[in-house]
T-cell receptor, first 113, second 109 residues
């Protein structure tokens, strides 16, 4: 059973479209995250949710909106996609907050053409 | 300058060699993570430490809070250790993970 799963694994779309990436964890963790890994492989946190409540909202364009329907799910919706949004997006979870071991999903490679 | 600096950026070793990857940071932290990113892209947590030393198999991680420095050691390296190793710190007073740029390790047979 996959601990942290993301769908889709690959997403190719055109500029201006709206898309969503879904994340689910079956570890019973309270905290979930979205990270972006750019073309230089540099990871950066985007959002963190603890028990469905937004904890961290980094300097991310407001075209990105996370949604946590319950503490096992954290989805990422992106409006009006731009070329610069092309990256790998990783979801992760931890037992409590960030000083605990992080479990990562397999990543979603988003390509905007 | 990044708040978390790793060295070296790239490292090539022969199978069996002892490997050291360094991480220095400039901010106060509450914890430090070492992560491994496989060539296929998956990320695995290796260690989370806030003081001292941890060991898991052939991997050892140490941290010196006063010197703001951590090291990841791999003993008896193997080609399957080839990956990118990423240091990330938990900034004190926040719940934010700040990442280093990673060290790409290649272990040749």
């Amino acid at each position: 059973d996959t601990a942290v799963s993301q769908t889709p694994k690959y997403l190719v779309t055109q500029m201006g479209n709206d898309k969503s990436i879904k994340c689910e964890q079956n570890l019973g963790h309270d905290t979930m995250y979205w990270y972006k890994q750019d073309s230089k492989k540099f990871l950066k946190i985007m959002f963190s949710y603890n028990n469905k409540e937004l904890i961290i909202n980094e300097t991310v364009p407001n075209r990105f909106s996370p949604k946590s329907p319950d503490k096992a799910h954290l989805n990422l919706h992106i409006n009006s996609l731009e070329l610069g949004d092309s990256a790998v997006y990783f979801c992760a979870s931890s037992q409590q907050q960030v000083a605990y071991e992080q479990y990562f999903g397999p990543g979603t490679r988003l390509t905007v053409t | 300058k990044n708040e978390v600096e790793q060295s070296p950026q790239n490292l090539t070793a022969q199978e069996g060699e002892f490997i050291t990857i360094n991480c220095s940071y400039s901010v106060g932290i509450s914890a430090l993570h070492w992560l491994q990113q496989h060539p296929g892209g998956g990320i695995v947590s290796l260690f989370m430490l806030s003081s001292g030393k941890k060991k898991h198999g052939r991997l050892i991680a140490t941290i010196n809070i006063q010197e703001k420095h951590s090291s990841l050691h791999i003993t008896a390296s193997h080609p399957r250790d080839s990956a990118v190793y990423i240091c990330a710190v938990v900034q004190g007073g926040s719940e934010k993970l700040v990442f280093g740029k990673g060290t790409k390790l290649t272990v040749n047979p």
